[in-house]
């Protein structure tokens, strides 16, 4: 980006952005329980999701560009298309609010971190999706999640 841009999408905080791989589109996540998904060249909003019930702490793209995972106060990590707005999937695994989400490289395993003390890898792409927990003291002792 050339020029410094402020944009006003949201009516209350922002918590969370995060630029798409190419980037041209950038995701926002806020208070007000919303995602907008920005063009960053003209500041147009794309879309605006309204999947959380409670504010929205964090949000990341997946490496294809087209699926957005957002995490909230509301416990939930959603995984969504950026291009239709459809909600993919839906993960209630956390019993505290999620304030952190990351897609691996492979853009079908999501990282999600929570108040609860965990951290779930989840395989997303599968029906039940394969989830694995491990709780802080694990992460601390080995140092990375296999």
Same mark, same amino acid.
């Given at each position: 980006?050339?020029?410094?841009?402020?944009?006003?999408?949201?009516?209350?905080?922002?918590?969370?952005?995060?630029?798409? +791989?190419?980037?041209?589109?950038?995701a926002t996540g806020s208070r007000d329980s919303t995602v907008c998904v920005v063009d960053v060249a003209t500041g147009a909003v794309l879309q605006t999701f309204r999947h959380h019930t409670h504010w929205v702490n964090s949000v990341a793209f997946a490496h294809d560009g087209r699926t957005l995972a957002t995490g909230g106060v509301d416990k939930t990590v959603c995984v969504v298309d950026v291009g239709t707005g459809?909600?993919?999937?839906?993960?209630?695994?956390?019993?505290?609010?999620?304030?952190?989400?990351?897609?691996? +490289?492979?853009?079908?395993?999501?990282?999600?971190?929570?108040?609860?003390?965990?951290?779930?890898?989840?395989?997303?792409?599968?029906? +039940? +999706?394969?989830?694995?927990?491990?709780?802080?003291?694990?992460?601390?002792?080995?140092?990375?999640?296999e």
């Open positions: 980006v050339s020029t410094q841009s402020t944009w006003a999408h949201h009516t209350q905080s922002v918590y969370s952005v995060a630029f798409a +791989p190419d980037g041209r589109t950038l459809a909600l993919l999937k839906t993960f209630k695994h956390h019993t505290r609010e999620v304030n952190s989400v990351a897609f691996a +490289p492979d853009g079908r395993t999501l990282a999600t971190g929570s108040a609860d003390t965990t951290v779930c890898v989840v395989d997303v792409a599968t029906e +039940p +999706p394969s989830l694995k927990r491990f709780a802080a003291e694990w992460i601390v002792k080995h140092g990375v999640v």
